[in-house]
């Protein structure tokens, strides 16, 4: 690699080195600047450089300023906003790391440093690193405390399971909960379980889950895989998921030697998810022994109180002076039998008096019962209509046997009827007047004739004087 101080100042072309009165050049210290800018982007413009992190400041607008040191010397470092997202862990003083990147020049103050794209931690993942960062972080706000974890329900009524709707981790927990607790209530908040986006996934189910009535606890896990397929139980998003659940949380995660992050916040941990299962129901299973245990022992202590009492019976009974005492406790023994048959007996006739009068409110309530009342309803309604409907027949048959006779003689009364059979109608000549006698009409008088079918316009040119007087005149 060429050196800047190797340059001779004297030699070599002389439009380079010498300034137009033949002296050395000089150079500005901007040029100088650039020139060690352009030499050190040309020749270092992509170099990864191995060093401990000190005096890393992270500024609001997203840019990482750091420096990288070895014993021997330190190299000033900047990370910008752009390749700063796609860390996976978070740098500080201290961490040993190869970071990649280039060299350049901050002119301003004649600096030079590595814009660095891409930095690793040296010896460790950076996955493995970011979990630690992360899991001290948790530690520092309690969420990994033992004395934060709540207890499971002893009989929990609705259960709640977040995990892949297609996976087998499901199948089995369904399995067990059906034969060991086939009564219980299964609330399901299917989600991805592996992939980029399945952390934000489970973080939503679980706040869904979370809001659902009545979830007495939430079992989130899924089946064995590989550590990158586990690997969003270890983000911070179900971390905090997890801890602000409202109910307990059972993390079940693969296999027993796995252990992930969800499995240190949750509140009990189980090996796999059928093991989940067993535990949710394990509180039950103990509840029932337990009640099994308190009944053996309260028929254990009755026997034994009423052995006792029978053999202190049998002392007082051997004494002298309860030699009587035999027969006089039958007597009252009969006397007991009989109150007990009047007991029984009374009882008998007051339940069947209770029995009547159950099924004398029976039927009332069946009377007032809206299905029934409905039902009939409809049936006398069905009834009422065809009845109506026939009655609407009936009534429409007689009115029209009644408009037939009545057409039949308004058509015998009407004049047209008459005009049918050959007769006419004689008007004057303003079709005012219908004329009925000779004398109404003079001769040359205009009058309309009118016929069956059409009118006829007239002159009188004679008339004939009608035999018979008119009415109301004298001879």
């Not at 969420?143 to 981790?169: E, F, H, M, Q, Y």
């Not at 990158?228 to 949380?249: G, K, S, T, Y």
Request: aromatic content about 4%.
């Amino acid at each position: 690699m060429a050196n800047l101080f190797d340059l001779p100042f004297d030699d070599g072309d002389a439009s380079e080195a010498h300034d137009a009165r033949g002296g050395p050049r000089v150079y500005t210290v901007t040029e100088i600047t650039a020139d060690v800018r352009l030499l050190l982007e040309t020749t270092w413009s992509d170099v990864w450089v191995e060093g401990e992190i000190s005096n890393c400041r992270l500024w609001n607008t997203g840019h990482i300023y750091f420096s990288l040191k070895d014993p021997g010397a330190q190299l000033r470092a900047v990370m910008f906003k752009g390749a700063a997202r796609s860390l996976k862990f978070k740098l500080e003083d201290g961490l040993a790391v190869v970071a990649r990147g280039r060299l350049n020049v901050y002119e301003p103050k004649g600096e030079y440093q590595i814009v660095c794209d891409d930095i690793e931690p040296k010896g460790l993942g950076a996955r493995q690193l970011a979990l630690d960062q992360l899991k001290k972080r948790l530690q520092a706000e309690g969420l990994l405390d033992p004395a934060r974890k709540r207890p499971l329900p002893a009989l929990p009524r609705r259960i709640g399971i977040v995990t892949s709707i297609d996976g087998a981790a499901l199948r089995d927990m369904l399995k067990v909960l059906g034969r060991r607790y086939p009564n219980a209530h299964l609330v399901i908040a299917p989600t991805r379980v592996q992939g980029d986006t399945a952390a934000a996934d489970i973080a939503r189910a679980l706040g869904q889950i979370g809001r659902v009535e009545g979830v007495d606890v939430v079992i989130v896990g899924r089946g064995g895989g590989s550590i990158e397929d586990l690997w969003a139980f270890n983000e911070e998003a179900v971390a905090r998921a997890i801890a602000r659940c409202p109910v307990p949380v059972i993390s079940a995660v693969g296999h027993e030697v796995d252990v992930t992050l969800a499995d240190l916040v949750a509140d009990l941990r189980a090996p796999t998810p059928s093991a989940a299962a067993e535990i949710v129901v394990a509180a039950k299973n103990e509840f029932v022994a337990r009640i099994d245990r308190l009944e053996d022992r309260l028929t254990g202590a009755a026997r034994g109180r009423m052995l006792d009492r029978r053999h202190a019976l049998q002392r007082l009974i051997g004494r002298p002076a309860f030699a009587g005492f035999p027969a006089h406790l039958a007597l009252r023994g009969r006397h007991v039998a009989e109150l007990l048959a009047d007991l029984q007996r009374a009882g008998r006739d007051a339940m069947a008096r209770r029995q009547r009068r159950f099924q004398a409110l029976r039927l009332r309530l069946d009377a007032l019962n809206l299905q029934v009342s409905i039902g009939r309803i409809q049936t006398r309604l069905a009834q009422a209509d065809a009845r109506l409907r026939a009655a609407v027949v009936r009534r429409a048959h007689r009115a029209s046997a009644q408009l037939g006779s009545l057409a039949a003689r308004i058509d015998s009364l009407s004049p047209l009827a008459v005009l049918g059979r050959g007769y006419a109608l004689c008007w004057d000549a303003a079709r005012g007047t219908i004329l009925t006698d000779a004398r109404a009409v003079s001769e040359g008088d205009a009058v309309r004739v009118t016929l069956h079918r059409g009118e006829l316009s007239c002159v009188v040119t004679g008339r004939e004087a009608p035999d018979a007087p008119e009415p109301g005149t004298s001879h």
